[in-house]
């Protein structure tokens, strides 16, 4: 399982998370990786944590005033990216050149989208994995995987009719080792989860609780 831990704009350390990141993917058979703010990209990737960008723009080396482009991303450590996370939804032809975009550098790519419908949508542009996450249940600490098992389990056969090469991660909720069991069992490869570890009083020990049934 692929648990990756988005630190949004959550105020937390983000050095500290991937430093507990990198030693709780060390000791457990699931990988873990962690997409803090652009801005922390560089800090982050110094500790060793696999490092995640939570965007790019669709966008080349120019003329582009507060975009953020691949090359820098990838320059400061990343190895991959979201792109059209449901708190930064781009338009279906900017998903296409994000992804693009991180083709270019080799950055691995997670496509984000509400429901099956969207998965499939998703998964035609080509990307490594897609994840699906229902909006209304972000941050509400109530998992996909219980709430709505069927949209998981939409996703992992909207996306195999599409590309069986495009893997499928759930978010939404996700806090708990049992939270991540569940989404195993509906066929997910892997987790995008947020506030159950960034806004933890103590991360390292969630991160330990996600892996510990695994
Ligand atoms: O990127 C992460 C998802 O939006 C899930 O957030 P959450 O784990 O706080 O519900």
Redesign the pocket.
């Given at each position: 399982m692929f648990i990756l831990v988005?630190l949004?704009t959550y105020p937390c350390d983000p050095v500290a998370v991937a430093e507990a990141v990198r030693d709780v993917d060390e000791s457990t058979d699931a990988r873990i990786g962690v997409a803090p703010q652009a801005t922390h990209l560089e800090r982050v990737a110094e500790t060793g944590a696999e490092t995640w960008a939570q965007h790019v723009d669709p966008i080349e080396y120019g003329s582009n005033t507060g975009h953020t482009l691949a090359e820098s991303v990838a320059d400061a450590g990343a190895v991959g990216t979201l792109i059209n996370?449901?708190e930064h939804r781009l338009k279906l032809a900017d998903i296409d050149g994000a992804v693009r975009a991180a083709s270019r550098t080799d950055l691995e790519t997670v496509v984000c989208a509400n429901n099956p419908a969207q998965v499939g949508a998703a998964a035609a542009l080509g990307p490594d994995a897609v994840a699906v996450?229902p909006p209304e249940?972000?941050?509400?600490g109530t998992p996909v995987s219980q709430a709505d098992p069927e949209v998981v389990e939409g996703a992992v056969g909207a996306a195999a009719s599409v590309d069986i090469d495009v893997s499928v991660l759930c978010?939404?909720?996700?806090?708990t080792g049992d939270d991540v069991v569940s989404a195993r069992d509906l066929g997910s490869e892997g987790v995008?989860?947020?506030?159950?570890v960034a806004k933890a009083d103590d991360p390292r020990t969630a991160l330990e609780d996600l892996v510990d049934p695994l």
């Open positions: 988005n949004k996370h449901s996450e249940l972000i941050g509400t978010g939404a909720g996700i806090s995008l989860l947020a506030s159950g």
